[in-house]
């Protein structure tokens, strides 16, 4: 895990001096883990796009044969067909006939399906890589026009009444478009006010665009693909236009796909899938591409904001697989889905193998936006013992992930998913999904100070904001061999050292309401790579743990996801001026001050703003000393934490 819009200065990279993007955790909902039993089976290829009309689910690929259930016998329908999404029952009636895959599909206006492919004629009838179908036969409408002459299209987006089409055409109802188009969605109509290219190819290929996405608000299109110009202007397979008005390349882009990642032969283009986010301000991009970090984002799932301008954008995120291919994204219920070819996230590390840090996760993960840390969800694309006679457990791709209205839908090149058979296709059930609330440290202006002063017993003082009252002393014999200890909502989790373990310390949680700390666990496995006993003193803001640690004159940070509690690989170092962090002892977030103790015993309180990088986030100008140590209170343990209670 790389955040790279704080850091972007210290590397000499162009870009746009607005302050730091700190998104902050929101209430998400996640489906299920266990895919829907009653969806049918594809034999070969691949599953490469999903639409719904009414409660038909429409399927299009690669695949040339179906099934039913793992038993029943095959038959062949080629590249696209339905089944009712209550009952998992395939179409009899909806059985149209192309010629060649199906790339992309939208449920158009009017009840209509609108089909983008590598097809030529479809149902006998010429209808060269874009055709609109009536949904309940497969009949093509014939007042439909659109169509794409001697080019395949890729990818298409609706919004309002436009519909956008992305492929490796150069010509749209017989006018020249390369690579990008937009239509009247109703009568498929060329739209003649948007003149938006994508030119030049990289590594001498023909240039296309592979993935495009339309913001909710419908006024910006992000678009993907192996181009060098849009428009004649640098952009290297990334691009953002305006098309709330007459469409406009707007002033965006980034460096991060110019430079080779792996091998230029064998990874044309990296980009592989883009998408919104759900207000439209930010969105993610999924990529291949082999080595290549740090000159660019290779293998990696990457947050960019939509309000960003300039050139040189960097990431507000990146989460990198360990040189994985990841081929699908999806934004939904404000969670990112992603699919491919990995193993594991949270993984900048090593090359093909677990770093320290690394998450695992087999093909399919979901992540936070605020970090894309992964959160506590894991099915993973494998099959069961039992997998029918002819099928593999694992292949590349995931081309697709696609929310419907009953939960998210998943399109593979292989046939196992969540230790079930599923070929080619699925989909994981909004019913049986839960929620994740945001968790935060408490945001009142006033509680207490806790201090452990002796193992098992801790000094509870008043403090609000500004001065402390008088101290009490607390039993809490489960509150032993602490280090560093931040407040999170209804727990605290504590540096605790361990004998045996890997590093000789964990990070370990308890719950905590004020009263009696509960008997501790470990925060999790996948931290064992981590050496917490080195924190002289850490809190918890918004998917960040801050911290200082032994030997370092600097105020650090990492991601942390409470919701699996999974600790970041990459460790960041935030600007200050006037501060001495190298003999910090115990720290607290309170009311946007950071109140420390040191090994002097005082405690001390300093403004913190982690919006203002690449600015200082914290002067020592704004600090202040809240109490002196005394013969019975001094703050020189890394042991302290606040709480309302």
């Known amino acids: 895990m790389v955040a790279l819009a704080i ?8 870009t746009t001096a607005s302050a730091a993007v700190v998104p902050a955790p929101t209430t998400a909902t996640l489906v299920s883990a266990n895919p829907a039993d009653a969806t049918p089976h594809a034999r070969d290829g691949e599953t490469r796009a999903f639409a719904q009309v009414g409660n038909t689910v429409f399927v299009g690929g690669s695949f040339t044969q179906l099934r039913q259930t793992a038993s029943s016998a095959w038959i062949t329908q080629r590249y696209l067909f339905a089944y009712d999404r209550t009952t998992g029952t395939m179409s009899t009636t909806f059985l149209p006939v192309l010629d060649g895959a199906v790339n992309t599909l939208i449920a158009g206006p009017g009840g209509t399906l609108i089909v983008g492919g590598a097809f030529k004629n479809v149902n006998g009838v010429s209808r060269k890589n874009l055709v609109a179908l009536n949904p309940s036969t497969g009949a093509i409408i014939d007042s439909w026009v659109g169509r794409s002459d001697g080019g395949t299209v890729r990818d298409l987006a609706l919004s309002g009444n436009w519909l956008y089409v992305a492929g490796a055409f150069n010509w749209l109802n017989g006018t020249a478009h390369v690579g990008l188009g ?6 498929g109509a060329i739209d003649p006010s948007f003149s938006i290219d994508a030119t030049v ?8 665009v592979w993935a495009i996405d339309v913001a909710p608000d419908g006024d910006t299109l992000v678009v993907g693909g192996n181009f060098t110009l849009v428009n004649g202007l640098p952009r290297n397979q990334m691009a953002l236009v305006d098309v709330s008005g007459t469409p406009t ?4 882009s980034t460096e991060k796909f110019v430079a080779p990642c792996a091998s230029p032969a064998t990874f044309v283009h990296y980009v592989q899938d883009v998408k919104f986010g759900g207000d439209g301000s930010w969105f993610v991009v999924g990529t291949n591409g082999g080595a290549g970090w ?6 990696a799932l990457v947050r960019f904001e939509t309000a960003a301008r300039g050139s040189g954008q960097l990431a507000t995120w990146v989460d990198f697989t360990g040189n994985d291919t990841i081929t699908s994204v ?4 404000n969670i990112i889905y992603l699919g491919g070819h990995f193993r594991w996230l949270n993984n900048p590390n090593a090359s093909d193998n677990a770093g320290n840090g690394a998450i695992d996760r087999l093909g399919i993960a979901a992540v936070t936006p605020a970090t894309g840390m992964p959160v506590n969800w894991n099915p993973r694309r494998s099959g069961s013992a039992s997998m029918p006679a002819g099928t593999t457990a694992w292949g590349s791709s995931v081309p697709v992930l696609w929310r419907g209205s009953d939960g998210l839908y998943f399109g593979h090149n292989s046939d196992g998913m969540g230790d079930e058979y599923h070929g080619r296709l699925g989909m994981f059930p909004l019913a049986g999904g839960r929620t994740i609330a945001p968790k935060n440290p408490p945001s009142a202006t006033s509680g207490n100070l806790y201090l452990s002063t002796a193992p098992g017993t801790v000094a509870k003082v008043p403090f609000d904001g500004t001065a402390l009252g008088t101290a009490t002393t607390v039993s809490q014999p489960a509150y032993t061999a602490a280090g560093a200890t931040w407040r999170v909502d209804d727990r605290i989790y504590w540096s605790h050292t361990v004998a045996g373990t890997p590093t000789g310390s964990r990070i370990d949680v308890s719950l905590f309401n004020g009263g009696a700390i509960g008997s501790p666990w470990e925060a999790s496995g996948y931290n064992d790579w981590y050496n917490p006993a080195l924190l002289t003193g850490a809190f918890f803001l918004d998917g960040r743990l801050y911290y200082t640690r032994t030997g370092a004159n600097s105020l650090f940070y990492r991601y942390f996801e409470i919701d699996g509690n999974y600790l970041g690989a990459t460790e960041f170092t935030l600007p200050s001026t006037g501060q001495n962090w190298s003999g910090v002892r115990g720290m607290a977030w309170v009311n946007g001050r950071i109140v420390y103790g040191a090994t002097d015993g005082n405690l001390r309180s300093v403004a913190f703003d982690p919006t203002a990088a690449p600015a200082a986030v914290v002067s020592g100008a704004t600090g202040f000393v809240v109490s002196t140590a005394t013969p019975e209170l001094s703050w020189s343990t890394p042991s302290t934490f606040f709480s309302v209670e």
């Open 330 to 333: 999806e934004v939904a219920d």
């Open 294 to 299: 740090p000159s660019a984002y290779c293998d």
């Open 201 to 208: 190819g990289r590594h001498s290929t023909t240039s296309y």
């Open 7 to 14: 850091i972007a200065a210290a590397l000499g990279v162009p």
């Open 249 to 252: 390349v707007l002033d965006w």
């Open 182 to 187: 937009r239509l009247n969605a109703t009568t």
